[in-house]
């Protein structure tokens, strides 16, 4: 079943976006539809200057190719916009809103403003829509991850082991403002807000810093060769070479506990590249040839789920059902739940000897994938047993691909 139509992307988008740089907010969006509700002249609760607040999620897929020419696929109207383009790309991630496309021949990052936003007040949700638009440049060496709170964005390269600090709201109104650099030594970790905090890893640890990269008091956890790290609802996940450290905020500093495995995993079968989607409990990874891990940071417990074939790609989706979303050894999209095991899967769809380029989406009713070397994007609904809902034609080779507006 398709989804119901709404808003066009504005026409707007590729002006701003080719223009560059932008120093102000987001410009008004460009829709007079009914569904815009108009600003009160207090901007009203949950209000962003210079946004349109809409009444369902704003979702679009940004897909990029290696020259870093930028298209933004409205999934709802399922009509393309070119976004210009921010050169050559070897790394993409996003936060649900900005792009940071990371070039290692220029050395630097870009900063870009999708214009589709959601902000999660627990109880309510508002969804904002702007133009688009170049942030800025920030220099920049290696892979980049990003993860956001409501006031800091973090970025972190695993090939140098540094990192640096955004200020979240300044990000919105279209500034990259530095607060703060965490220095290191090239290791696969994370640096990842926790609300006005920090969780940050080094080569053998996991610590607590404050906005400014300043140490936080009680110190932090050991953590043995860690694999990356990942917010959830309840506090951060990083992966350790003997399980997990969660930590949390509590009081004046952040908290620590370990979450060991339930039995001791061999190299090639840890939790690496944990993943979920945004503001999930749980966080799920390949376990090597033996299946998936779920970890619930809730109950603190692991679960290993045995399939038949190796997961490249891991992410769990959703609260209900647990469901875990995931690209396999075969090619293609799967579907397990922790208790029942592989529940769906399609007909291979990627080519198997690329795997480690496709770039798995999920939200709160649908995945996606890019085909590297092809020029589709596929929608994949995963509660109605894999099904493949929709293919999407794209106008360059789609070999970095983002959902925004979540």
């Known amino acids: 079943m398709s989804r119901p139509p709404r808003l066009a992307l504005s026409a707007l988008t590729g002006v701003l976006l080719v223009a560059g740089c932008g120093s102000g907010g987001p410009g008004a969006a460009d829709d007079t539809s009914d569904d815009a509700a108009a600003p009160s002249p207090s901007g009203g609760h949950g209000y962003v200057e210079g946004a349109a607040e809409l009444t369902e999620p704003q979702l679009q897929l940004a897909y990029l190719d290696g020259a870093g020419s930028v298209h933004a696929l409205d999934l709802l109207t399922e009509e393309q916009a070119e976004l210009g383009s921010v050169g050559e790309v070897s790394s993409v991630a996003t936060d649900g809103r900005f792009l940071f496309a990371a070039s290692e021949a220029a050395g630097e990052l870009t900063v870009v403003d999708t214009g589709t936003w959601t902000v999660d007040h627990g109880d309510h949700v508002h969804y904002y829509r702007a133009p688009a638009q170049v942030v800025g440049r920030l220099d920049w060496s290696g892979e980049v991850r990003v993860a956001s709170s409501e006031t800091l964005t973090a970025l972190f390269s695993p090939d140098t082991g540094t990192g640096v600090v955004l200020d979240r709201a300044a990000l919105g109104q279209g500034e990259v403002e530095e607060v703060a650099s965490v220095g290191g030594e090239p290791h696969d970790g994370a640096l990842v807000p926790l609300g006005n905090w920090l969780v940050a890893t080094t080569a053998d640890s996991v610590v607590g810093l404050d906005a400014e990269g300043e140490p936080l008091p009680g110190g932090g956890a050991e953590c043995a060769d860690p694999r990356g790290g990942h917010p959830t609802r309840v506090g951060v996940v990083v992966s350790c070479a003997d399980g997990a450290v969660l930590a949390t905020g509590g009081g004046d500093t952040i908290a620590f506990e370990r979450i060991p495995y339930p039995e001791p995993v061999a190299e090639g079968e840890r939790a690496a590249g944990l993943d979920n989607r945004a503001g999930r409990?749980?966080?799920?990874?390949?376990?090597?040839?033996?299946?998936?891990?779920?970890?619930?940071?809730?109950?603190?417990?692991?679960?290993?789920?045995?399939?038949?074939?190796?997961?490249?790609?891991?992410?769990?989706?959703?609260?209900?059902?647990?469901?875990?979303?995931?690209?396999?050894?075969?090619?293609?999209?799967?579907?397990?739940?922790?208790?029942?095991?592989?529940?769906?899967?399609?007909?291979?769809?990627?080519?198997?000897?690329?795997?480690?380029?496709?770039?798995?989406?999920?939200?709160?009713?649908?995945?996606?994938?890019?085909?590297?070397?092809?020029?589709?994007?596929?929608?994949?609904?995963?509660?109605?047993?894999?099904?493949?809902?929709?293919?999407?034609?794209?106008?360059?080779e789609p070999a970095h691909l983002a959902e925004t507006g979540l």
Not at 285 to 296: I, S
Not at 343 to 348: D, F, I, L, R, S
């Open 281 to 396: 409990p749980s966080v799920a990874a390949p376990a090597g040839q033996r299946g998936v891990w779920v970890l619930d940071s809730r109950a603190r417990s692991w679960q290993l789920v045995p399939t038949d074939t190796p997961w490249v790609h891991a992410v769990a989706a959703d609260d209900a059902d647990d469901r875990v979303v995931g690209v396999d050894a075969a090619g293609r999209v799967v579907v397990l739940t922790p208790e029942g095991g592989a529940v769906a899967a399609t007909e291979p769809l990627l080519p198997v000897d690329r795997l480690a380029e496709v770039d798995l989406q999920v939200d709160a009713d649908r995945a996606y994938v890019n085909v590297p070397g092809g020029d589709r994007l596929i929608e994949v609904d995963y509660a109605d047993g894999a099904r493949v809902a929709r293919t999407f034609a794209t106008e360059v």
